[in-house]
């Protein structure tokens, strides 16, 4: 069993940056890819970021792209999603989660979830 915690979700301006960080309990987080999803009121959780067991390879959604950065660091455990220039339709709650399949778009593949971490950009 797997547990995320999630985590660095808050109040920005349009155009700041946040740092959401993902903490795994256990250790099998190295063996997971990892995602980042996000739920924007009234809709259903989409698709942001996903990152290889061993970092060698990236994924994300257009919108993003270029602003938002997926991470990793399986020594601590930790994977981080850096966002920039954020957007108001950025806001949303973020969650991280786990998956075996590579490059998943698709929260019915992931394993393990947090509890997410709120973010909302004003504009």
């Known amino acids: 069993q797997v547990q995320l915690v999630e985590s660095g979700g808050g109040l920005v301006q349009a155009g700041g940056s946040l740092r959401l960080s993902c903490a795994a309990s256990?250790?099998?987080?190295?063996?997971?890819?990892m995602g980042w999803f996000r739920q924007a009121p009234g809709k259903e959780r989409e698709f942001v970021a996903v990152i290889s067991s061993s970092a060698s390879s990236t994924y994300y959604k257009d919108s993003v792209k270029g602003r938002f950065t997926i991470s990793r660091d399986n020594a601590k455990n930790t994977g981080y999603l850096q966002m920039s220039s954020l957007k108001p339709e950025d806001t949303a709650v973020y969650y991280c989660g786990l998956t075996l399949y590579s490059s998943s778009e698709n929260r019915a593949q992931y394993r393990y979830w947090g509890q997410g971490t709120r973010v909302t950009v004003s504009s």
């Open positions: 256990g250790r099998t987080f190295s063996s997971y890819n």
